[in-house]
């Protein structure tokens, strides 16, 4: 079966240290992949994707992610965490045909210590 | 652009009560979706609609039915509410996949939705 896991609900790092979200998932083949942020009462917003070439993605407000074939998993970092990052973060995969349906994991919520 | 509209913004229903959420996208898009979201499930999806005219049912489809009424709109019904069906909704789009926007989906702001 398709699955997405996040396997952290709840991460908090410092102001300013690094950042780590993982993401495994479970696909017939290569699929798309994203990451997608939500900050509290909002909607979602799409930090990065990945669909072929580079490994390495980089994507909006300095975050990267890294797609690693041989692990199923596609985690999502940052160097240097602000605390404007606080929101719940959320890794998807798709497939690469028409009705392109988004299969979301659970989310995991980061919290920022000043 | 508005980009993905929803309406309304917060709803509390009775059970048994009926109503709709409306979706609405500017951006030319031809695929549309309704997802649900609950805590600690991420979002799943209800229904989508590749194109005008079509509709597929998705994961949670049951409860629910859609309305594909022209290439901006996509509506959500709830006919008989239940207090499962609270949750947050969600709509998205996307584009044609060789143009721009093709290989993203753009989410509204989402509807709070409390059946009693």
């Known amino acids: 079966a398709q699955s997405v896991t996040q396997p952290d609900i709840h991460i908090t790092v410092s102001e300013g240290a690094s950042l780590e979200l993982r993401c495994n998932y479970s696909?017939?083949?290569?699929?798309?992949l994203f990451w997608y942020v939500q900050s509290p009462g909002q909607g979602l917003q799409l930090l990065l994707k990945y669909f072929s070439g580079d490994t390495l993605v980089q994507g909006i407000k300095g975050f990267e992610a890294e797609f690693k074939r041989s692990q199923s998993s596609f985690n999502l970092r940052k160097p240097s965490v602000h605390w404007s990052d606080a929101a719940e973060y959320f890794c998807a995969v798709g497939p690469m045909d028409s009705s392109y349906k988004l299969i979301f994991g659970s989310g995991t919520r980061l919290l920022v210590r000043p | 652009n508005a980009g993905v509209t929803q309406t309304p913004k917060f709803q509390v229903l009775k059970t048994g009560q009926s109503m709709t959420l409306q979706c609405a996208q500017d951006m030319n898009h031809n695929s549309m979706y309704w997802y649900r979201q609950d805590p600690g499930m991420g979002l799943r999806l209800i229904y989508y609609?590749?194109?005008?005219?079509?509709?597929d049912k998705g994961e949670v489809p049951n409860g629910y039915n859609v309305s594909r009424l022209n290439k901006r709109e996509f509506s959500l019904r709830l006919e008989s509410a239940a207090p499962s069906q609270t949750s947050v909704y969600f709509c998205a789009s996307r584009g044609n996949p060789r143009g721009w926007g093709g290989n993203e989906q753009f989410f509204g702001p989402g509807t709070r939705l409390t059946v009693l």
């Open positions: 609609s590749a194109s005008e005219g079509t509709t």
């Open positions: 696909y017939g083949a290569t699929p798309y």
